[in-house]
């Protein structure tokens, strides 16, 4: 029977994609060894199965007894353990959450409703390296798909508004006590009908300014406020977060002539899901109405959702997707800068799409191939 190790299950990314897995009855067919770098001999998670006690996720010996190992653990692991297993002469399935094999030249960055052809093909080739996309690009490949399959898209500039859960679990906290703490300050002062808005304005604003404003995390206020900074600088100019988005999305899709993606990230005080305002230039004037067609057939997961106030309201916002596989793009509309630019705004889950969906899915699909 095929043995798999999981390692980095209890994280944030880990525990989500154990969840899914329980939800898709995905723990059969295979023998699976839950590991931890810091409680040997402790509990797994439960996952409908009887599942021996913890072991040491730096038991190299174990760990290349198995088939498969699926890590969420980290860059950090990844870069101190998978030299080692290599180094054993080790020939298994090595499926990555973290960023640090992702521009590696054997690895393939997995997003199968997007580039399964891409999948298929380094599986026949012998490939063993598959590494989750940066979530902001695979919840932007999710809800385009259908329109780059045409091949018709020229570049993309996407204006991201990231969620504080891409930034870690201690970061999703910290964005709660933020607000908490401008909840202490404005709830007085709502309490009382006659204050102003501009009152509470310059109450608010002088406690975002302060010294003991709760902002060790993310080193700014984010309630009440935004980040237009994500990850490190990058020679470019760009950050790291923006340079991301061109060279994953051509490596993704694997073009031959690479498509232009740029934009700004920003971080906003949404929970788990990533937005993202795009302006896509196209290679020609395509009817809208082909357009909105081409973005719906994408994957099954992709929802159109109709360019009016009340549609987008409902079911285009962070608060309607939370939680969801659902990859809704709506705003879809013809720029004044002439008509092959096109305007849209897409939302994704960042913990799903963003990060525990397409490890899931390649495990799976590692698994029947193996079968
Ligand atoms: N780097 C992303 C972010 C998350 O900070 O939102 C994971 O890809």
Redesign the pocket.
């Known amino acids: 029977m095929l043995r798999i190790a999981f390692v980095g299950w209890r994280g944030m990314v880990g525990s989500v994609l154990m969840g899914r897995m329980r939800e898709e009855d995905d723990f059969k067919g295979f023998e699976a060894t839950f590991f931890t770098t810091s409680n040997v001999g402790g509990k797994g998670p439960d996952v409908g199965l009887d599942i021996p006690p913890l072991r040491d996720a730096f038991d190299v010996g174990l760990l290349t007894s198995h088939d498969i190992i699926v890590t969420c653990q980290g860059g950090g692991y990844t870069k101190d353990v998978y030299p080692k297993v290599l180094e054993t002469g080790w020939a298994g399935y090595w499926i990555d959450s973290a960023?640090a094999l992702r521009m590696d030249e054997e690895s393939i960055i997995v997003l199968d409703p997007v580039n399964r052809d891409v999948i298929d093909r380094g599986l026949a080739a012998g490939v063993k390296k598959y590494v989750g996309g940066?979530?902001?690009v695979s919840l932007m490949l999710m809800g385009l798909s259908g329109l780059f399959a045409t091949g018709r898209v020229e570049w993309i500039s996407p204006m991201t508004y990231?969620?504080a859960?891409?930034?870690g679990a201690k970061h999703m906290k910290e964005l709660i006590a933020q607000m908490a703490e401008l909840g202490v300050i404005a709830g007085p002062l709502l309490d009382h009908p006659a204050t102003t808005a501009i009152a509470i304005d310059e109450a608010i604003t002088d406690r975002l300014r302060q010294g003991d404003f709760p902002t060790e995390n993310f080193l700014a206020p984010l309630a009440g406020s935004l980040i237009p900074w994500?990850?490190s600088a990058m020679e470019s100019g760009q950050t790291r977060?923006e340079w991301?988005g061109m060279v994953e999305t051509n490596k993704i899709l694997g073009t031959e002539t690479p498509i232009p993606v740029d934009g700004l990230?920003v971080?906003v005080g949404a929970m788990r899901c990533?937005s993202q305002g795009l302006t896509i230039k196209l290679a020609g004037d395509i009817p809208l109405d082909e357009i909105n067609g081409m973005i719906a057939e994408g994957n099954p997961w992709v929802e159109l959702v109709p360019n009016d106030r009340e549609s987008t309201l409902q079911r285009l916002t962070p608060a309607a997707v939370n939680g969801t596989l659902t990859v809704p793009v709506g705003r879809v509309h013809k720029m004044l800068m002439g008509p092959e630019y096109v305007a849209a705004f897409t939302v994704g889950d960042?913990l799903l799409w963003?990060?525990a969906e397409p490890i899931r899915r390649i495990l799976k699909i590692i698994v029947e191939h193996l079968g």
């Open positions: 960023s940066n979530c902001t990231q969620s859960s891409g930034a994500i990850d977060e991301k990230c971080r990533h960042q963003g990060a």
